[in-house]
């Protein structure tokens, strides 16, 4: 089992950033592959971002190709999503994910096993 809690949501205003954290807890020496994802009211939960173990390969869905900037620290057990030029439409509740994983990078929600509670992203206009 993996627990994982998000840090770092809040209000922000238009063009500003934020950097959202995911502290990973429980059976981390395995592999695996996280995601962020996010759900708006009344839509479905999409993925914004992944990437897997080493760190070499990452996956950003379009809207947020320049914008957001997946990483992690395996040593500490965390994955980060820098937030830049925030818009009102990425205010969403984001979920960070897991799957164990070496080298996959699932695109849709129903891949990951393991999710946290999410974080609050409210951007103002």
């Known amino acids: 089992q993996v627990q994982l809690v998000e840090s770092g949501g809040g209000l922000v205003q238009a063009g500003g950033s934020l950097r959202l954290s995911c502290a990973a807890s429980?059976?981390?020496?395995?592999?695996?592959?996280m995601g962020w994802f996010r759900q708006a009211p009344g839509k479905e939960r999409e993925i914004v971002a992944g990437i897997i173990w080493s760190g070499v390969n990452t996956y950003y869905a379009d809207s947020m190709k320049g914008r957001f900037t997946i990483s992690r620290d395996n040593a500490k057990n965390t994955v980060y999503l820098q937030m830049n030029s925030l818009k009102p439409e990425d205010t969403a509740v984001y979920f960070c994910?897991?799957?164990?994983?070496?080298?996959?990078?699932?695109?849709?929600?129903?891949?990951?096993?393991?999710w946290g509670q999410g974080t609050q992203v409210t951007v103002s206009s």
């Open positions: 429980g059976r981390t020496s395995s592999s695996y592959t």
């Open positions: 994910a897991a799957v164990r994983s070496i080298s996959l990078l699932p695109r849709v929600a129903s891949e990951y096993d393991y």
